[in-house]
C-alpha cells in the first residue's frame, strides 16, 4: 500500500537528491577539465584560457600519443599483464578462499594459515628483498616478474572465504552424499553461486594491474618492455627525452606537457571505463556479503 510523503519527506529527498547532483557534478569536472585540456591548443593551455571547454579544439596530443610505436608496444604489455594476472589472481584466490572457509572441525590448521596470510597484509619483506627475489629467480624483464610478485592479494582472499563461508552448507553436504569431492564441489557449486563476489575481485585485479607502474620501472631494464602506465610515468612526469627521435622530441615540443599528459591519461583510462559497467552491478553486493563475517 502506498504511502503519502509528508512536507519534510519531501523536503529530506529534495535534499539528498540535490546533494548527489553536487557530488557527481564534483567527480565530473576534474575529467571534463582533463578532456578540455587535451583538445586544446599550446597557446590556450600555455595562457590558462582552457576552463571546461576546449579552446582552439585541436587534435594533435591524441594523434602524437597513438602515431608513437612505443605507446602501443607498452599498451600490449599491459594488456597481456592484466589478462594474465587477473586469471592467475582469480584462481588462486578460489583455491585458496576455499579450504580456509572451512570450519576448524574441518581444517585444523584454518586459523594458523588465516593468520599467516593475515600478516603479510601487514608486514612485507621490502622493496630491495623483493627485487634481489626476482633478480635471482631469472624473471626480470620478463612478464612474470610484473605478474607473480602480487599472485596472491590477502584482501581478495578474505572477502572471498567470507562469501563462501555464506554459502549453506546443506548444500555441500548433498554434493558429498551424490559422490562429489571438493574439486567439483567447487566448481560446480561454490564457484556459480559465488559469481558476485568473484566479478568483485576480478575489477580490483583488473584495475589493479593496469594501474601498476611502479613495478615495471623497478623490474624493466629496458624501456621497450615498460607497461603502458609505467611507460606513460616516463613521459608524463620525467619527460624522458631520451627515448624519442629527434622529430618526435620537436613534435613534442610544439605541443603543451599539459595536453599531452591530459590525452595519455584518457587514453589510458578508457578501457577501464569500458569493462566497469559490465561488473558494476555485482561490486557493491560482492563487498556488502562479502564483509558480513570474520
Given at each position: ?56 579544439f585541436t587534435l594533435e596530443p591524441y ?144 584495475v589493479g594491474h593496469w594501474n601498476a ?82
Amino acid at each position: 500500500m502506498l504511502t503519502r510523503q509528508t512536507r519534510a519527506q519531501k523536503v529530506f529527498n529534495a535534499f539528498n537528491y540535490a546533494f548527489m547532483i553536487v557530488v557527481c557534478l564534483l567527480c565530473l569536472v576534474p575529467f571534463i577539465h582533463i578532456l578540455a585540456l587535451s583538445l586544446s591548443d599550446n597557446a590556450a593551455v600555455s595562457g590558462g584560457l582552457v576552463k571546461l571547454w576546449p579552446v582552439r579544439f585541436t587534435l594533435e596530443p591524441y594523434r602524437y600519443v597513438l602515431d608513437r610505436d612505443a605507446f602501443w608496444r607498452a599498451f600490449g604489455i599491459t594488456l597481456q599483464r592484466t589478462l594474465l594476472g587477473t586469471l592467475l589472481n582469480v584462481m588462486l584466490v578460489i583455491l585458496l578462499a576455499y579450504p580456509l572457509s572451512k570450519t576448524k572441525e574441518k581444517l585444523r590448521t584454518r586459523s594458523l594459515y588465516v593468520w599467516m596470510f593475515f600478516f603479510t597484509m601487514l608486514f612485507n619483506g621490502g622493496l630491495i628483498p623483493s627485487y634481489i627475489l626476482i633478480k635471482e629467480l631469472g624473471i626480470m624483464d620478463t612478464l612474470w616478474a610484473l605478474v607473480l610478485p602480487g599472485a596472491v592479494t590477502v584482501f581478495n582472499v578474505i572477502l572471498m572465504l567470507n562469501f563462501f563461508r555464506q554459502v549453506p552448507e546443506e548444500m555441500e553436504d548433498a554434493a558429498n552424499i551424490d559422490g562429489a569431492g571438493h574439486w567439483r564441489t567447487l566448481w560446480q557449486i561454490y564457484v556459480p553461486v559465488s559469481m558476485p563476489a568473484i566479478a568483485t575481485i576480478t575489477l580490483f585485479c583488473l584495475v589493479g594491474h593496469w594501474n601498476a607502474w611502479f613495478d615495471g620501472l623497478i623490474f624493466m631494464r629496458n624501456a621497450d618492455k615498460y607497461p603502458l602506465q609505467s611507460y606513460l610515468q616516463t613521459i608524463v612526469v620525467e619527460f624522458n627525452f631520451q627515448t624519442m627521435s629527434a622529430t618526435e622530441a620537436e613534435r613534442l615540443a610544439k605541443l603543451n606537457d599539459r595536453s599531452v599528459k591530459s590525452a595519455q591519461m584518457l587514453v589510458a583510462a578508457v578501457p577501464i571505463l569500458l569493462v566497469y559497467p559490465f561488473l558494476q552491478r555485482y561490486f557493491v553486493s560482492g563487498i556488502r556479503l562479502g564483509s558480513v563475517k570474520g
